[in-house]
């Protein structure tokens, strides 16, 4: 039994490019009592696993050189020593870049076909969906009245994030990186403003005129001189949920700009780190929130699924160029259930 | 009746200078019903009176230009027209800075002259008492065992900051500006560690090594390259009260430097800027608190007191260049009480 891999081959500086990744050929190990073996049906490609691949101490251990780039991963069970897991149990999990994948069965969880696409565990349902609704109303707490900004808005956590707010009675504007996605979010997901930062000359005058009643709420998947455009128009007492740093991810020197404290200070703001674990033990609160406004239709959902394995990198590359709208993933194999 | 004033004469752009005051002698009108005239006995000098010298939009409103500056003032009553203040009465209010004050008596709180020295309530039970007190436990929310480092850890929030950090069963580490300064800190408040940041050429260093277990808690007066550093050594799930930017305050363009979101985002941090008035709510609690600690010992108080009226430029000069250890004030004029 073979299965192909994707290693870390080097670590980037600044951008990654092919030869940051290497794919090989290897034989799988007979499978052992109590372990699975697993077909990839779908592999996530996420803007912090780009953290994952520097050496610097980060929330999460960087990868290993030379060893498969990891991931959430969804997963048919083709063979089974376990009886936990069944064969044609569908999980997911956090596992390698790989077509065929021996596990022990730790960590994984097993999903419900019929709930949903299976690929909106990966999204809406997984990890992307509880980020958004964990930093958004835990942090954010955003009122009915209030305005929202969300940067990088047209993204698996951003489009999220927006429609939360809106169902929360707030005024909502997103920046996102082309004249598609402005138009998606304010045609398809009801935002009440869209700016494409990269058409816009002067951001925070096209920021000011789409919050005339200042900012309450900023949702950050960014940073960078968006950020700094926003917080020059933080209401008092505003709160700003840290939930990336992607335009400053591929910087090869310290991040510099200007000293946000005082703004802080000026306007008795909140601002918040956070990574999604944070609120683990408000996950059920969060999963059922969301699946019920899914049901309702008051939650849409986007996904930009490039198809075949081969395709992982260029994927994962594409999610720093802004190609993506919502949810970036990869469809590896057909699951074989339905 | 004649009072002396001090007027601000022109906004300064950067350090105030000795132009930036003015002083005059007016006569007083005929006190009117319901007035009191008030003899000013003690005047405070505070950091954030430079923001208000400034016409930029801040939580307190600019100056006026040829009018007098005004802050925290202790004044005793010597004429009354007024039923609710009598003659003899010790009030404190935000007043203008003049030898003699017409008041209609709104704004004014009463002070009992036999609970402290009545300097005290321009400092420890006072508004940077509070300001430690409520931006310390309300914001950093430190528990016993973790580190605390406090910034202007020598100035009159600084001080009290990092003694009931030392209640609280922390370790505490001082950032102040003199060795004078480093130890009363340690010697006289019992800080673990004092760092002098005009003499210590890696202050980094210096900081890792008296924070050998991260920094949990960080309350920050100063902001700039200091806070930089603290930045650096952030645990986990730290907490940072932004209440002052001195070193940034005389700033003639936007200050800049690392950024910091990337930091919260690792570390999962909160940072927050706060001025006391956001915990009015819970001044009595904190209050209560102040003056309990201060009478069992576990609380102690230093005050610089200059002398005389024409001294009150000059002190507040000498904020900026780290004069003072613990609360500065001038006083004026002496209580006939006692």
């Not at 670590?11 to 290497?22: A, C, I, Q, W």
């Not at 076909?113 to 964990?134: D, E, R």
């Not at 209401?235 to 090869?252: D, E, K």
Request: charged letters at 20%; aromatic letters at 8%.
């Amino acid at each position: 039994m073979k299965t192909r891999r994707i290693l870390l081959n080097e670590r980037p500086k600044g951008l990654p490019t092919d030869n940051t990744f290497k794919f090989t050929e290897d034989e799988l190990p007979e499978l052992q009592d109590g372990q699975v073996l697993l077909k990839a049906l779908y592999i996530s490609v996420d803007p912090y696993m780009r953290g994952r691949m520097s050496d610097a101490k980060s929330y999460v251990p960087p990868y290993k050189l030379h060893e498969p780039i990891a991931g959430g991963v969804i997963a048919e069970v083709t063979e089974s020593r376990s009886s936990q897991l069944p064969k044609g149990s569908v999980v997911i999990g956090n596992l390698p870049w790989q077509t065929y994948i021996i596990a022990d069965g730790k960590g994984l969880m097993p999903i419900d076909p019929n709930l949903a696409p299976l690929s909106y565990h990966l999204g809406i349902l997984g990890m992307p969906g509880l980020t958004a609704y964990c930093g958004l109303l835990f942090i954010g707490d955003p009122k009915p009245g209030e305005t929202v900004v969300v940067s990088g808005a047209a993204g698996a956590v951003g489009t999220v994030v927006g429609q939360i707010a809106k169902i929360k009675g707030c005024r909502v504007v997103g920046i996102a990186g082309s004249d598609d996605k402005t138009a998606y979010l304010k045609h398809e997901l009801g935002f009440d403003e869209a700016i494409n930062y990269k058409t816009t000359a002067d951001i925070q005058a096209a920021l000011a005129a789409a919050c005339p009643n200042g900012v309450d709420v900023y949702f950050d998947n960014v940073g960078g001189e968006i950020s700094d455009a926003v917080y020059s128009l933080l209401n008092n007492f505003a709160r700003i949920a840290v939930c990336g740093q992607i335009s400053l991810y591929n910087a090869t020197s310290q991040p510099m700009g200007p000293r946000v404290e005082p703004v802080l200070l000026k306007t008795k703001s909140l601002m918040k780190g956070f990574i999604v674990s944070d609120y683990a033990d408000r996950f059920g609160e969060a999963a059922a929130g969301l699946a019920g406004w899914l049901k309702e239709g008051k939650l849409k959902y986007e996904e930009t699924i490039a198809e075949g394995f081969d395709q992982l990198p260029h994927a994962f590359l594409g999610l720093f160029k802004g190609e993506n709208i919502g949810k970036l993933l990869v469809k590896v194999a057909e699951y074989s259930g339905k």
